[in-house]
């Protein structure tokens, strides 16, 4: 493969802010599925094990996880052939991300061993399209920490969980990670734009519903930030 020319079809900035937008998106969508507020006691308390509940939060992660990972198999597909291969490794990932939260509530624990099972298990899925595909594994396992140590410290009110620059830090870095590493087989196939008409009613239900669902998110983070209402 000639890398001069795989280079002109990298990820590009535009797809790497849709992947941003859909992590985000799905962050907010998973967290009715028992996501990680348990998950910040910073000291280690043996009574707090609990290794019958890693199974629950095995399962409650998963589907997190299916919900983030196929909102970001929209981006993602369009330049990886085998895209598909994204979502079950993905989910699997936040399964034991969640397990180790539940079984172990400790907080450097789940954001190094959890943020490792993650890139591991995205690693596999990805393996084949990144032109240096052992880094994604560090690459994964830093953006999750670094998404929860930054945003701790930028909500840093006890208890709260930074749901929104989590999100965005671990879309950004990972997304960078794909725009500099990803090498898809071959070019992305140009489709002509589509109007409003010309789009199947299905379509055209499901960007009503993205569309709400987005409008619904963002008046949560007003009420959040300027305590609206």
């Given at each position: 493969?000639?890398t001069?020319?795989?280079?002109?079809?990298?990820?590009?900035?535009?797809?790497?802010?849709l992947?941003?937008?859909?992590?985000?998106?799905?962050?907010?969508?998973s967290?009715?599925?028992?996501?990680p507020?348990?998950?910040?006691?910073?000291?280690?308390?043996?009574e707090?094990?609990?290794m019958?509940?890693?199974?629950?939060?095995?399962?409650f992660?998963?589907?997190s996880?299916?919900?983030?990972?196929?909102?970001?198999?929209?981006?993602?597909?369009?330049?990886?052939?085998?895209?598909?291969?994204?979502?079950?490794?993905?989910?699997?990932?936040?399964?034991?991300?969640h397990?180790?939260?539940?079984a172990?509530p400790?907080?450097?624990?789940v954001?190094?061993?959890?943020?490792?099972?993650?890139?591991?298990?995205?690693?596999?899925?990805?393996?084949?399209?990144?032109?240096?595909?052992?880094?994604w594994?560090?690459i994964?396992?830093?953006?999750?920490y670094?998404d929860?140590?930054?945003g701790?410290?930028?909500?840093?009110?006890?208890?709260?969980?930074?749901?929104?620059?989590?999100s965005?830090?671990y879309?950004?870095?990972?997304?960078?990670a794909?725009?500099?590493?990803l090498v898809?087989?071959?070019?992305?196939?140009?489709?002509?734009r589509?109007?409003?008409?010309?789009?199947?009613?299905?379509?055209?239900?499901l960007?009503?519903?993205?569309?709400?669902?987005?409008l619904?998110?963002?008046?949560?983070?007003?009420?959040?930030?300027?305590?609206?209402?």
């Open positions: 493969m000639n001069n020319e795989t280079r002109t079809f990298r990820f590009t900035w535009q797809a790497l802010a992947w941003v937008g859909l992590t985000l998106l799905g962050f907010f969508l967290i009715g599925f028992h996501f507020t348990s998950f910040a006691s910073p000291v280690l308390n043996p707090d094990i609990d019958s509940g890693a199974i629950l939060g095995f399962v992660g998963a589907v996880g299916l919900i983030i990972a196929s909102l970001q198999w929209l981006v993602l597909k369009a330049w990886f052939p085998r895209a598909r291969l994204w979502v079950l490794p993905t989910a699997a990932g936040y399964g034991v991300v397990a180790f939260g539940d172990v400790y907080m450097p624990l954001l190094v061993g959890g943020g490792i099972a993650l890139g591991i298990t995205q690693f596999f899925a990805l393996r084949q399209a990144l032109s240096k595909p052992i880094l594994i560090a994964a396992a830093i953006g999750w670094l929860f140590q930054l701790f410290a930028i909500y840093s009110t006890p208890g709260d969980y930074p749901l929104l620059s989590a965005i830090i879309g950004g870095i990972t997304g960078l794909l725009k500099f590493l898809p087989a071959s070019p992305p196939v140009p489709r002509p589509k109007r409003w008409a010309d789009l199947s009613p299905s379509r055209k239900i960007l009503v519903i993205l569309s709400l669902l987005s619904v998110v963002l008046f949560i983070l007003m009420i959040g930030m300027f305590g609206l209402g």
